[in-house]
């Protein structure tokens, strides 16, 4: 539990936002915490009631930049510091890495981010005596930081370095320097509308995708945007859109979504006038799901199951679709969730791809003949995507893959891989201005069940 202190009356501006970005980023680096569980649900950060709008954001932003340059922030701060970062007092650790990112990504004033900083560790009991330190030391960073950024940009070193050894390994050294490029950058906001996709990119001040998706670089509130409560779109990354799109016209059929919630798949297949079925293990994401539901004005049957109980519960005739967005590892989304790519670990993803083939299995087993089967994941990792379903074709004889043509995907053929599935990669879908660049990773293949 984070300490329970927030803006005092007479405290210095901004200095509240800077606490609660320390308590947060040390819940990641120190007690692998998430950023979705800090910042939003039962569990989030009881400071953030306290912020204004403009400072939750700057608060946010700061994690976000410290978590997606955590590598080169390292070095650099090693380079400035003789005996290496404090060990005994982690407010210090994360004074010097909020003051370090202001000073250099951020739009802060120099003096500012040094004396917040100072204030940050003079305001904690074990930290105060390295007061002397971080001003020292942040100042140094302002004189000569940007050459030291300067002297690693080359070594990727803001990726976990087992990922960057995995990405190599599957895609080749040139691909996963690019994935770790585009990783670092600040994404995009994607969202999907029900209608006159190049109306909502003019009102969002945006642009539409070749896909379909309207893609802003708009920050703030997303419930304050026009469109959003009266249920004209949705958040949606423009790859996330891609598989439900698989099934083609979905008009009356029955269609499982497996792994809903929070829902923007179910949307979509709702929205293309399928009967669904959203099932979902997790009862919190549950009720996300049917909050976004009401506000799209859009229908599910819903269940809170565990996925392959619930198939071999509801048989029945079999179902002429199941789309399955399973567990991973989440490695695909870093560039919108940072604090993954330094929480996961290789360990994870055996577990996780038991999971997938337990889905899998019970959902070919549900699905009725002529039924098809989509399968995707977040992940860039193959034994979560390719491996799984190579595997699963050499065991299911009665599947087929259907493979996805380019003229799909709106001839984006970089997307599909030879077999005929998807892969889109972060480093995918260069666009001039880099914030309007990129794509998640995702993987999605599309199987028929002949007999
Ligand atoms: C990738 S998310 C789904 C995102 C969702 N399809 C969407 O488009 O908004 C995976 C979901 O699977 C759920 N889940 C995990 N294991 C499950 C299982 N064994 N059965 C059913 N749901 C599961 C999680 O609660 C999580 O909501």
């Known amino acids: 539990m984070p300490p329970q202190r927030f803006a ?60 997606r340059r955590l590598g080169t922030l390292g070095h650099v701060l090693s380079r400035l510091l003789d005996r290496g970062i404090p060990t005994d007092a982690p407010r210090a650790q ?27 560790v003079q305001s904690d009991r074990r930290a105060a005596k390295y007061a002397g330190l971080v001003n020292a030391v942040l100042r140094r960073c302002a004189r000569e930081g940007q050459p030291l950024i300067d002297e690693v940009k080359s070594r990727n070193l803001d990726v976990a370095p087992w990922l960057l050894a995995r990405w190599s390994a599957h895609y080749g050294a040139t691909t996963a320097s690019a994935i770790a490029h585009a990783i670092g950058q600040e994404p995009s906001f994607d969202i999907t509308v029900k209608s006159d996709p190049s109306q909502w990119a003019t009102r969002l001040h945006g642009e539409t995708l070749p896909t379909g998706s309207v893609r802003t670089v708009l920050q703030g509130s997303v419930t304050m945007l026009p469109g959003f409560s ?65 506000r799209l004005s859009l229908d599910a049957a819903c269940a809170v199951s565990e996925g392959s109980e619930w198939l071999a519960q509801n048989r029945g005739d079999g179902f002429d679709g199941i789309l399955i967005d399973a567990p991973c590892t989440s490695t695909g989304t870093i560039r919108r969730h940072p604090d993954i790519g330094w929480l996961r670990q290789e360990s994870d993803i055996a577990p996780l791809a038991a999971t997938q083939r337990r889905l899998l299995q019970g959902a070919v087993a549900a699905l009725k003949i002529g039924g098809m089967l989509v399968y995707c994941t977040c992940s860039l990792e193959p034994e979560e995507g390719e491996q799984a379903i190579a595997d699963l074709l050499k065991s299911e004889t009665a599947l087929q893959r259907v493979p996805i043509e380019a003229s799909e995907v709106a001839g984006l053929s970089e997307i599909i891989t030879a077999d005929g599935d998807l892969r889109t990669l972060p480093s995918h879908l260069a666009h001039p201005d880099p914030r309007l660049a990129g794509l998640d990773g995702f993987y999605a293949t599309r199987l028929v069940r002949r007999n």
């Open 94 to 120: 994360s004074a010097l890495l909020i003051g370090a990112a202001q000073i250099l990504w951020m739009d802060v004033p120099d003096h500012a981010a040094v004396d917040l900083s100072v204030r940050l």
């Open 230 to 294: 009266e249920g004209q779109w949705w958040v949606q990354d423009a790859a996330a859109a891609l598989p439900a799109r698989l099934f083609g016209d979905v008009a009356n059929k029955n269609i499982v979504d497996l792994c809903a919630a929070p829902g923007g798949k179910t949307a979509q297949l709702a929205h293309g006038g399928a009967r669904v079925t959203a099932v979902d293990r997790s009862p919190a994401r549950m009720a996300r799901l049917r909050d976004n539901l009401a």
């Open 8 to 67: 005092l009356p007479s405290e210095v501006p901004g200095l509240a936002a800077r606490r609660i970005a320390a308590d947060i980023l040390d819940g990641v680096l120190h007690k692998r915490r998430t950023l979705d569980e800090q910042l939003d649900g039962t569990a989030a950060h009881p400071g953030l009631k306290s912020l204004s709008d403009r400072d939750r954001a700057l608060m946010r932003r700061l994690v976000a930049t410290i978590l």
